[in-house]
């Protein structure tokens, strides 16, 4: 199953508000991470969050690490149309080796 | 231009048929990964690298073969493709074990 899940599964918000989506993950991790995917392209790593950190922020983006709780939330500030894209986590897991697992990803709908 | 790219981007064969998928990286990053992305099962990994010559099976192998002779190349066989493969497929590379990974474009594969 997959170490890390995303929720809500679809989210859909004006342009202007603040988006918020959450990761729950089942075992110890490393570090967590976020990645945002554009319809139709790759990947693109927006943030990462180490074990022993509770908050980060980049530009418009703020992640909080609950490792107690083992979730993590992406907070998206003053939402743009261009944020509109899939979001999802991924989580190292100790026992991992060298992988990361992906989660199956928040749709965020940002609208005009 | 640097970064890391996949060819070709649409593959469209039938049954049976061996296809390999290629995937370049110019930063010459030790690891690589091979993933699929599918709905309903998010990213899925299938392979990785931790260098050349080291090949690891990540969650879902079966029908799968890599090999990675060369640092900056990873490429992903499918030796007998099954209607099942039908998927997007995407590669990526991390300069450092469980850290950031740079993601291709990807290869959507449409197994008739």
């Known amino acids: 199953s997959q170490q890390g899940e995303e929720d809500p599964q679809a989210l859909s918000i004006q342009e202007g508000e603040n988006a918020t989506m959450n990761c729950s993950y089942k075992?110890?991790?490393?570090?967590l991470q976020w990645y945002r995917q554009n319809s139709g392209r790759g990947l693109v790593h927006l943030i990462l969050?180490?074990?022993?950190?509770r908050e980060k922020h980049s530009g418009r983006l703020r992640v909080t690490l609950d490792t107690s709780k083992k979730s993590s939330s992406l907070l998206i500030t003053a939402s743009r149309a261009a944020d509109t894209a899939s979001y999802f986590c991924a989580t190292d897991g100790e026992t991992s080796g060298s992988r990361l697992t992906f989660g199956e990803g928040t749709q965020l709908t940002v609208n005009p | 231009d640097a970064g890391i790219t996949q060819s070709p981007r649409y593959k469209i064969t039938e049954t049976g048929r061996q296809v390999t998928l290629m995937c370049h990286q110019t930063?010459?990053?030790?690891?690589m990964f091979w993933y699929r992305q599918d709905l309903g099962h998010g990213l899925r990994l299938i392979y990785y690298?931790?260098?050349?010559?080291?090949?690891d099976k990540g969650e879902v192998p079966d029908g799968y073969v890599v090999s990675r002779s060369k640092t900056e190349n990873f490429p992903l066989t499918l030796e007998s493709a099954t209607r099942s493969q039908t998927s997007v497929y995407f590669c990526a590379s991390s300069e450092l074990r469980r850290e950031t990974q740079y993601f291709g474009p990807g290869t959507r594969l449409l197994v008739l």
């Open positions: 075992t110890s991790i490393n570090n």
């Open positions: 690298s931790a260098a050349a010559d080291i090949t």
């Open positions: 930063w010459s990053h030790s690891y």
């Open positions: 969050i180490r074990s022993n950190e």
